[in-house]
Structure formats: structure tokens, C-alpha cells
């Protein structure tokens, strides 16, 4: 079966955008299918789509892009909590529905699993 793969960047001057397009290169050569989108299509992509999730966020001046970060609220539940959605299907960590995702999923993919 083949592993799924989402890749989302964040990038100001291109680097981290060439890191990740390396990295989606070498996860589909390895038999992934892999999506790499920039965190401004984001919403344009269901991470529950995907059977690995990997974000690459740029540093600049020590600080990172505020999308990515956004984009990490909204996936940990902890943006639903603070604009008052109180139902608890609102509250759901994305790191629940993906756990250990990007560690085991890169490793398994990468050694053929």
C-alpha cells in the first residue's frame, strides 16, 4: 500500500522550500505519494488525508513564520478552545489522530514499510 505524505512550507527566501522539495524527491522515491503544498494552501489540504504530515517552518530573525504557528493551533485544538468552541469534537489534538506520525511514518516509508 502506498504511504501518503503531506509536506507543508513555510519559506521567505526559498530555503525551506528547497529542503522540503529534497525531501518529497527522496519520499517518492522511496513509494510515497507525496503532496507538498505551502502553508498558504494549507487550507486547501486535509491533513487527515494523509498517512504522514511533515511541516518545515522557516527561522528568521529567531523567529518562526506566524502561519506555521497558526497552522499548529488550529491542528493541536488549541485554536478552537480560544475562540469559544466548546464541543469536544472541536478539542481533538491532530497529534492524536496522528501519534509518533512524522518519526515513524518517515522511518517506515523510508525503509520500505
Given at each position: 500500500?502506498?504511504?501518503?505524505?503531506?509536506?507543508?512550507?513555510?519559506?521567505?527566501?526559498?530555503?525551506?522550500?528547497?529542503?522540503?522539495?529534497?525531501?518529497?524527491?527522496?519520499?517518492?522515491?522511496?513509494?510515497?505519494?507525496?503532496?507538498?503544498?505551502?502553508?498558504?494552501?494549507?487550507?486547501?489540504?486535509?491533513?487527515?488525508?494523509?498517512?504522514?504530515?511533515?511541516?518545515?517552518?522557516?527561522?528568521?530573525?529567531?523567529?518562526?513564520?506566524?502561519?506555521?504557528?497558526?497552522?499548529?493551533?488550529?491542528?493541536?485544538?488549541?485554536?478552537?478552545?480560544?475562540?469559544?468552541?466548546?464541543?469536544?469534537t472541536y478539542h481533538v489534538p491532530f497529534t492524536t489522530m496522528f501519534p509518533?506520525?512524522?518519526?515513524?511514518?518517515?522511518?517506515?516509508?523510508?525503509?520500505?514499510?
Amino acid at each position: 500500500m502506498t504511504k501518503r505524505a503531506l509536506l507543508l512550507f513555510s519559506s521567505t527566501d526559498g530555503q525551506t522550500q528547497r529542503i522540503c522539495e529534497r525531501l518529497c524527491r527522496m519520499l517518492a522515491e522511496a513509494g510515497a505519494a507525496v503532496t507538498l503544498a505551502a502553508i498558504d494552501d494549507a487550507e486547501d489540504v486535509a491533513p487527515t488525508d494523509f498517512d504522514l504530515a511533515v511541516v518545515g517552518a522557516r527561522i528568521r530573525y529567531g523567529r518562526t513564520d506566524a502561519r506555521v504557528i497558526d497552522f499548529a493551533r488550529l491542528m493541536d485544538g488549541s485554536a478552537p478552545r480560544d475562540a469559544g468552541l466548546t464541543s469536544p469534537t472541536y478539542h481533538v489534538p491532530f497529534t492524536t489522530m496522528f501519534p509518533l506520525g512524522i518519526t515513524s511514518a518517515v522511518v517506515g516509508i523510508c525503509e520500505g514499510a
